[in-house]
Each structure stands twice: as C-alpha cells, then as structure tokens.
C-alpha cells in the first residue's frame, strides 16, 4: 500500500474518532441538562459564590473551587467535590495548592451544561433543589453573626441577589438587602483600586433562622455550629417586655449612639436578641420621647 493511501486511510479514521468523540459529548451534554437535581443546583450555588469557570484557548473546559486551607473549612471542598462527582457521573479532583484547597473538574459537557443554566429556572423547581441552590451559595458567600444572631449573604451581583431573595421568600424566609455603594479601596503600597458596590441579604429574627437551619443549612461545620449555637440562644429569650426592662432601655438609652448599634451592645446583657431591643427601642423610649 501506498504512504499516500496510509495517509487517507489514518485522516479518515481520525475523522470518525472525532466524530464519534462529538457525539458522546453531544449526548452527555443533553443527558446533563436535564439532570437538574440537589446536587446540581448546590454547586452551581457555590461556583456563583466562590467558584470559577473558563475556557482555555488550547480547548477543554476547566471548573475551579478555591476554598482556604483552613482546616475548618475543608468540610466545605469535600461536600462540593461529593456533590459535583455524583451529578456529573465523573471524578473531580482535590488537591492543596498555595493555601488553598482545590476542586477542579475537566469536562467541557458538564461545564456547558454550568454555564449555560438561567439560575431564574429554580423558582420552578422543587423547594428543595431551590434550598440547594441557596445552600451552595451561601457556603461559599454566607456569614453568621454569633452575636447579633444574624446570617449575611453577599455579593456584587444585583441580579444574582434578588434570586437568591426571591427563593428565600418563596420558601419562608423574610430577609432583607442593604447596599455598600462602590468606593476606592487604598492599599498600603499607595495602590488604588475602584471597588463595586456590594449586596447584603440580612436574615434575623428566631423564626427565619430556625426555617433556614431545618430547610437549608451550612456544609460548612465551623457555620452550622454557630447557627445552632444562636437558636439555642434564642430559645431562653423572654418574648415579652415588662416594666422593669422598659425602664432599663430608657437608662441605657443615648442619643448619641445609633439604635442598631446601642441594641447590639445591650442586647447580651438583657439576654434577648439585638433585632428585639432595637425595636423596643422604638416603639417604648424612642417615640414616647419624641
């Protein structure tokens, strides 16, 4: 035979190799796509929060989660990786790096199938992929306050945040959004850097915490811990206010310091949550002065 005929032969079969290879891809990208499920949506909750998605100009598709070695939080890299394996049907990899832990998946079908998704579609799902969603996110953005009792949930993304608020609602939880408006961030080199406005959903109140505890929850132990520690907090505070407290608001009270910040410093000392003494602030010292 000849080298010319070997050639045609070997760019054929190589043709059908890539074919054949387009294919698989096509119909593992369909399968996925309509495999939205609770793993599926917690992690794209958590690459909309903390993750990474890019294409290289070499081909492929990467999808990166950096989370701080911190030994604490590497409950949270491993709940991710568990979650995206069992969705994708493939195997991700773990791996330290630079005092990070790593979670990094090589599949352009699964990836598309990431990058392509209207996060608006959860608020046709069930309740609890729409928990799963906001799980994920608020791993990877969410905070509790053990003091004032109150979760936090930030990001830039306007959009992004009035989804996550809306599923809240939709699945009981009252919540609230505050806006840090953009400002110039100074770095000790004398650097100066534009930072963009950020979002925050508050929740507060014992009934919104203990719906988000039983319904959504935290991956991430050093989190839950503190979210259960602040419902057993909340469970021994006295509902009512009585004549003796009410005169006590008006001792501590000052002109001078803002309500929210009085009740957060008082409110330990009263045994009740600072939501609680910031209102009776209002409605027991602050209008009956006016």
Same mark, same amino acid.
């Given at each position: ?38 793993? =599926? ?38 709940? =991710? ?40 579609? =959860? ?13 994920? =996110? ?153």
């Amino acid at each position: 035979m000849l080298q010319s005929e070997k050639k045609k032969i070997l760019m054929k079969n190589l043709a059908l190799a890539k074919n054949k290879l387009k294919k698989m891809k096509n119909e593992q990208f369909l399968f996925l796509s309509k495999k939205i499920d609770e793993d =599926f949506a917690y992690c794209l909750g958590t690459i909309k929060g903390d993750g990474n998605i890019y294409f290289p100009k070499s081909g492929g598709a990467h999808m990166r989660l950096a989370v701080k070695d911190n030994v604490k939080d590497k409950d949270f890299a491993e709940a =991710f990786k568990e979650r995206l394996d069992r969705w994708s049907g493939l195997k991700s990899r773990l791996f330290p790096d630079n005092g990070f832990w790593k979670v990094d998946l090589q599949s352009v079908s699964a990836i598309r199938v990431f990058n392509n998704y209207d996060i608006s579609n =959860f608020k046709n799902t069930s309740e609890k992929i729409k928990c799963s969603f906001i799980k994920g =996110f608020s791993d990877a953005e969410g905070t509790i306050d053990r003091t004032a009792r109150r979760i936090r949930i930030y990001n830039s993304d306007k959009n992004l945040i009035d989804t996550i608020m809306e599923l809240l609602e939709e699945v009981g939880i009252e919540n609230r959004v505050f806006k840090r408006e953009s400002e110039i961030h100074k770095f000790p080199d004398g650097r100066e850097q534009m930072v963009k406005p950020v979002y925050a959903i508050y929740i507060s109140r014992s009934r919104n915490l203990k719906i988000f505890n039983e319904k959504i929850g935290f991956s991430i132990g050093r989190k839950q811990n503190v979210l259960r520690d602040s419902l057993d907090s909340l469970r021994i505070f006295p509902q009512k206010w009585n004549q003796k407290d009410i005169e006590l608001l008006k001792l501590k009270f000052s002109r001078d310091i803002p309500a929210y910040e009085l009740s957060r410093k008082i409110a330990p000392g009263m045994n009740r949550e600072p939501d609680a003494v910031r209102r009776a602030l209002y409605r027991f010292v602050i209008k009956s002065s006016k």
